[in-house]
Every structure is written in C-alpha cells, then in structure tokens.
C-alpha cells in the first residue's frame, strides 16, 4: 500500500539568512510511503500530518537537508510500518522566479 501527503503547507523557520531566522516562511512538503496493509492496521495519515508539522516547527532547522534527515529519522521512527519513504521539502516564496526543494 502507499499513501500519499502531497501540498502540506505550513509556515515555518529553515534558513540560513537573518530574515529566514526572524519569521516563518511557508514551507511545502509532499511525503509518500508504502507499507504492508493488513485488516485493522493501517497508517493514520491524519497522525503523520501533525508529526511532519510539528517536528518542523519545533525544530527550526538552518538547512532544507538537515530538515530532510531529521523529517524522515522522526517517520520512520513514529510510524515503523513504513517499509519506503520519499519526501520533499521546498521553500516556494525563497526566490522571485522559481521553487526551490529538496528530496530524499
């Protein structure tokens, strides 16, 4: 089975430059991660939601690959059914004329 968090969009501080430290900037995370589904066990999507949000808020994290490393060691620690995780983080408002993410 897979499920799929895709446009997860919330407001928080990962950066390096003096105004990415001072306020939060919106943030957009897509995840999918297959696991083996039997009767009565399942991923709670709704959980994995609110682990993703508040590990990156709580965390404040300089760099989008720190924030990546961190994010999928929390999944996989959480939530141990989860057999492949991919995840991407981008930074949509950073520059004028483009998105700019990271995967793992």
């Given amino acids: 089975m897979t499920i799929h968090i895709e446009h997860l969009e919330f407001d928080a501080i990962i950066g390096l430059l ?34 993703i949000k508040t590990h990156i808020v709580k965390q404040k994290y300089e760099l989008l690959e720190e924030a990546l490393g961190g994010l999928h060691a929390t999944l996989t620690k959480t939530f141990p059914a989860i057999e492949t995780l991919h995840i991407t983080i981008a930074k949509p408002d950073i520059l004028p004329d483009c998105v700019v993410s990271l995967s793992i």
């Fill in 18 to 51: 003096d105004f990415e430290r001072d306020r939060p900037q919106r943030v957009r995370i897509d995840v999918t991660a297959t696991y083996e589904y039997h009767p009565g066990t399942y991923l709670d999507y709704a959980e994995m939601v609110e682990t």
